[in-house]
């Protein structure tokens, strides 16, 4: 039971670092399934005679069903909450949205099916009796155990910064390691029935032990999964936290040289009132330019809190394209798609935002000139309303598209672009619990798509 606390104790660690990193929650997860190979044990070799001499009602084949079920668990759930973190841990959620969500939806499956032809009720009996049940847990179970280590260690190499290739590092031989001396000691073996071996197992708890010993010492030396202790936690798998962290004291401190630029252009202004050189206008160009980025950083990089309202879409859609006619002269036609009676609950200005970005972003593409197509659908199967925005521009490149989301990138030549709109876009849809995904061809225009969940 000691064991039991102690992976309990760093599930709730792990998750309180950064609760509302998807990364952190499945990873706390996990570890939480992963609990239940020795916390059965405990209950079944240790708490049962004591509950079976206070509680009669409580008998050997109560306490057996409940061995079995929990076993059950463990054998068909555990990996494939550890795929999804790796998933979430290689940002393959950011790079290919669509087949994420797809593969996220259909993971738990193979483990409802293995449920369903074995009675987890009965998983006791088919360790013991079944060569067939070892095999088809061994191959389900190391199957999901590559498909997670792939994922890891890929993002290790694709990883774009020092910084997130190190965690990514220490995070991977936290992880792995005692992963498969799980998987191989017992699949591996009691599927090939080396006998000598069956209870090796038991020295994971060794293996476990150091792991999260290095957990907390990298907590304490530089920080790891979100958590420094005695420091502060910060969201370490997001390059968001570049924005967050940095927009106040950027904004501070280039709003104190943007007001002694403006001082100073205006001194030269009435200096030069009669005829103003260039070079003054090229200062106030800057400075305006200056304030712009210090605006935008600002609302796109704080902590987003919705205030949910139910709101017609048609509306919502419509404000926001009358918006972008203005800005973009007249030159764009919007062609809308979307019924009157549909209603959406969100945060209005935050989804309005989002419009008003993929909108401007589309007529950027198409030089302000041409036809946007905007389409709100719902798909029943998945329980999600679509709104798609279409354009006719010049499509996107395909070595840019998994750099899309992330802050202060940007494909735009002018200085009016600060690569921020499409970072706030996937935040604001993810609090909403949704997604935004893209199809995009070069030379032939891009879809982006919102996905909201159906209330």
Same mark, same amino acid.
């Given at each position: 039971m000691i064991f039991t606390s102690l992976l309990w104790a760093f599930m709730l660690l792990i998750y309180f670092s950064a609760k509302n990193n998807k990364i952190n929650q499945w990873c706390a997860i996990t570890i939480f399934i992963f609990s239940f190979g020795t916390f059965k044990e405990y209950i079944y070799y240790d708490l049962s005679p004591v509950l079976s001499d206070r509680f009669p009602v409580i008998n050997k084949n109560l306490l057996e069903n409940l061995y079995s079920v929990m076993t059950a668990i463990l054998y068909n759930l555990v990996m494939p909450c550890s795929l999804i973190f790796a998933l979430y841990f290689s940002s393959f959620h950011r790079k290919n949205i669509k087949l994420f969500h797809e593969i996220r939806n259909f993971c738990f499956l193979p483990g409802i099916i293995l449920f369903l032809i074995y009675n987890p009720a009965k998983t006791s009996y088919y360790q013991h009796n079944s060569r067939i049940f070892w095999y088809v847990v061994t191959v389900y179970n190391i199957t999901f155990g590559i498909l997670m280590t792939i994922f890891m260690i890929g993002s290790i190499h694709r990883a774009e910064s020092?910084?997130?290739?190190?965690?990514?590092?220490?995070?991977?031989?936290?992880? $792995?390691?005692?992963?498969?001396?799980? $998987?191989?000691?017992?699949?591996?073996?009691?599927s090939l029935q080396i006998t000598a071996l069956f209870k090796i197992w038991k020295q994971n708890a060794f293996i476990l032990s150091v792991s999260i010993?290095?957990?907390?010492?990298?907590?304490?030396?530089?920080?790891?999964?979100?958590?420094?202790?005695?420091?502060?936690?910060?969201?370490?798998?997001?390059?968001?936290?570049?924005?967050?962290?940095?927009?106040?004291?950027?904004?501070?401190?280039?709003?104190?040289?943007?007001?002694?630029?403006?001082?100073?252009?205006?001194?030269?202004?009435?200096?030069?009132?009669?005829?103003?050189?260039?070079?003054?206008?090229?200062?106030?160009?800057?400075?305006?330019? $200056?304030?712009?980025?210090?605006?935008?950083?600002?609302i796109y990089s704080d902590d987003i809190i919705l205030r949910k309202e139910t709101v017609p879409l048609l509306k919502l859609i419509t404000d926001s394209v $009358?918006?972008?006619?203005?800005?973009?002269?007249?030159?764009?036609?919007?062609?809308?798609?979307?019924?009157?009676?549909?209603?959406?609950?969100?945060?209005?200005?935050?989804?309005?935002?989002?419009?008003?970005?993929?909108?401007?972003?589309?007529a950027d593409a198409m030089n302000n000139r041409g036809t946007i197509s905007i389409k709100c659908y719902k798909n029943k199967r998945n329980r999600m309303l679509t709104i798609s925005i279409t354009d006719e521009g010049t499509g996107i490149k395909k070595e840019h598209i998994h750099k899309l989301f992330h802050?202060?990138?940007?494909?735009?030549?002018?200085?009016?672009?600060?690569?921020?709109?499409?970072?706030?876009?996937?935040?604001?849809?993810?609090?909403?619990?949704?997604?935004?995904?893209?199809?995009?061809?070069?030379?032939?225009?891009?879809t982006f798509s919102l996905y909201l969940p159906m209330e």
């Amino acid at each position: 039971m000691i064991f039991t606390s102690l992976l309990w104790a760093f599930m709730l660690l792990i998750y309180f670092s950064a609760k509302n990193n998807k990364i952190n929650q499945w990873c706390a997860i996990t570890i939480f399934i992963f609990s239940f190979g020795t916390f059965k044990e405990y209950i079944y070799y240790d708490l049962s005679p004591v509950l079976s001499d206070r509680f009669p009602v409580i008998n050997k084949n109560l306490l057996e069903n409940l061995y079995s079920v929990m076993t059950a668990i463990l054998y068909n759930l555990v990996m494939p909450c550890s795929l999804i973190f790796a998933l979430y841990f290689s940002s393959f959620h950011r790079k290919n949205i669509k087949l994420f969500h797809e593969i996220r939806n259909f993971c738990f499956l193979p483990g409802i099916i293995l449920f369903l032809i074995y009675n987890p009720a009965k998983t006791s009996y088919y360790q013991h009796n079944s060569r067939i049940f070892w095999y088809v847990v061994t191959v389900y179970n190391i199957t999901f155990g590559i498909l997670m280590t792939i994922f890891m260690i890929g993002s290790i190499h694709r990883a774009e910064s020092p910084l997130q290739k190190r965690q990514k590092k220490l995070i991977s031989l936290i992880i $792995l390691p005692p992963v498969w001396y799980w $998987l191989i000691t017992i699949f591996v073996i009691h599927s090939l029935q080396i006998t000598a071996l069956f209870k090796i197992w038991k020295q994971n708890a060794f293996i476990l032990s150091v792991s999260i010993l290095f957990y907390i010492v990298l907590a304490f030396k530089e920080g790891i999964m979100g958590l420094r202790l005695q420091s502060q936690n910060y969201q370490w798998d997001s390059d968001m936290k570049v924005a967050s962290k940095g927009a106040s004291y950027t904004s501070h401190i280039l709003k104190n040289e943007i007001a002694k630029i403006e001082w100073c252009l205006n001194n030269l202004s009435q200096t030069y009132q009669d005829s103003p050189p260039e070079e003054l206008a090229i200062i106030e160009r800057s400075a305006n330019h $200056l304030k712009q980025f210090v605006k935008k950083t600002q609302i796109y990089s704080d902590d987003i809190i919705l205030r949910k309202e139910t709101v017609p879409l048609l509306k919502l859609i419509t404000d926001s394209v $009358l918006s972008i006619k203005k800005t973009t002269g007249g030159g764009i036609d919007c062609q809308i798609d979307c019924e009157e009676n549909q209603f959406i609950n969100c945060d209005t200005a935050h989804m309005s935002e989002v419009l008003n970005n993929l909108l401007l972003n589309a007529a950027d593409a198409m030089n302000n000139r041409g036809t946007i197509s905007i389409k709100c659908y719902k798909n029943k199967r998945n329980r999600m309303l679509t709104i798609s925005i279409t354009d006719e521009g010049t499509g996107i490149k395909k070595e840019h598209i998994h750099k899309l989301f992330h802050p202060y990138f940007t494909t735009k030549k002018t200085n009016c672009h600060f690569g921020l709109g499409l970072s706030y876009c996937y935040n604001v849809m993810n609090k909403h619990k949704g997604y935004i995904d893209i199809q995009t061809e070069e030379g032939k225009g891009s879809t982006f798509s919102l996905y909201l969940p159906m209330e």
